[in-house]
């Protein structure tokens, strides 16, 4: 696909990007995402430079990437288990067929 040039509102500045055009709809969302979670910040704390709500945006953001990576690996960890004991089970059903 090509590239793009759009213009993304992040905190209330106008920043230039380019984009593939593939990405450009999981970029809008994620500045949507970004800005609604500024302005949460924002109603709950007395900060007068958005730059620090930025910051306590990315540190949400890069938690939750973390969080979900821990629980990405948990998952596969399990997942692996069990299909272990499947290919067990299956080893063990042919066994008994010859």
């Known amino acids: 696909m090509g590239?793009?040039?759009v213009k993304i509102?992040?905190?209330g500045?106008?920043?230039p990007i380019?984009?593939?055009t593939t990405e450009e709809a999981f970029v809008n969302e994620a500045a949507e995402l970004i800005n609604k979670r500024v302005t949460s910040l924002e109603k709950g704390f007395v900060v007068k430079d958005k730059q620090d709500l930025l910051a306590l945006t990315?540190?949400?953001f890069a938690t939750q990437y973390l969080?979900?990576?821990t629980k990405v690996y948990e998952d596969k960890d399990g997942l692996l288990a069990?299909?272990?004991e499947v290919d067990d089970l299956l080893?063990?059903?042919l066994a008994k067929s010859r």
Request: aromatic share 4%.
């Open 58 to 60: 990315a540190l949400q």
């Open 3 to 5: 590239e793009k040039s």
């Open 13 to 15: 500045r106008i920043y």
């Open 82 to 84: 069990r299909l272990t």
């Open 18 to 20: 380019k984009v593939d």
């Open 91 to 93: 080893d063990a059903q």
């Open 9 to 11: 509102n992040i905190a």
């Open 67 to 69: 969080e979900s990576q």
